[in-house]
């Protein structure tokens, strides 16, 4: 992860965002499923990211960051009225964001913005697609992908970015796609044909050992537009 990645600034950032776009939810929003965490409501994405600090800072660390531990947040919170668990999130937000920052943890701010940008692909309420943290993010989730060739990623704003053994010439490059896409694809928010569909250089084999370990989570089942 770039050094020049301010966790604790961006942390701030996406939760405000997130309870900016969260205070303004009605009852119906709060209860709409989310295709890109299909077995999640809104709700529970809420419970989800609001319970990661409460967690955090009361040491019910067992099992972090696995499936276990994000389903007893979410049952944990589910009673707890949104207006409530929203103030308790505030509240706590300034020294959890000292902690990650001390310990150098970069997730809680991908995950943070990665599930506001969910909560409205379901509602149809489109954000910044050109946020800080999106803008920090994007090379180096792509630097983080677990390559079997050598890659090279050229953003269509320009930058570019290698993955994968470096020793050897590219053997498989992607073109044109927006920061944007790169970091919402990488943790699962599109399928594999949509990925597939990109604008790949190499050969099919190469390209397509690249598509299948692309997703930190696995590849959404459905096409996810936003």
């Given at each position: 992860m770039s050094e020049t990645f301010d966790i604790e600034a961006r942390y701030l950032f996406a939760q405000r965002s997130y309870v900016e776009l969260a205070r303004t939810l009605s009852t119906d929003d709060w209860?709409?499923?989310?295709?890109?965490?299909?077995?999640?409501?809104?709700?529970?994405?809420?419970?989800?990211?609001?319970?990661?600090?409460?967690?955090?800072?009361?040491?019910?660390m067992d099992g972090a960051p696995g499936e276990a531990w994000t389903a007893a947040q979410i049952e944990r919170n589910r009673s707890l009225p949104a207006d409530e668990l929203l103030d308790r999130w505030d509240a706590q937000t300034p020294e959890f964001a000292r902690v990650i920052q001390q310990m150098g943890q970069w997730r809680p701010p991908f995950d943070c913005h990665t599930h506001e940008h969910d909560i409205r692909q379901a509602l149809g309420r489109p954000g910044d697609q050109r946020s800080p943290i999106i803008e920090a993010l994007a090379l180096d989730l792509v630097e983080l992908a677990d390559c079997p060739v050598s890659l090279t990623v050229e953003l269509?704003?320009?930058?570019?970015?290698?993955?994968?053994?470096?020793?050897?010439?590219?053997?498989?490059?992607?073109s044109g796609i927006s920061a944007f896409d790169a970091f919402r694809s990488r943790p699962g928010r599109r399928s594999r044909d949509q990925v597939r569909g990109w604008d790949w250089t190499g050969n099919d084999e190469d390209i397509d050992a690249v598509v299948d370990r692309w997703f930190i989570f696995g590849p959404a089942t459905t096409s996810i537009i936003e």
């Open positions: 209860s709409t499923s989310m295709p890109c965490t299909p077995e999640w409501t809104v709700r529970d994405a809420l419970s989800h990211v609001a319970g990661i600090p409460d967690d955090a800072l009361a040491g019910r269509s704003d320009g930058r570019t970015v290698r993955s994968g053994p470096t020793e050897s010439a590219p053997v498989v490059t992607l």
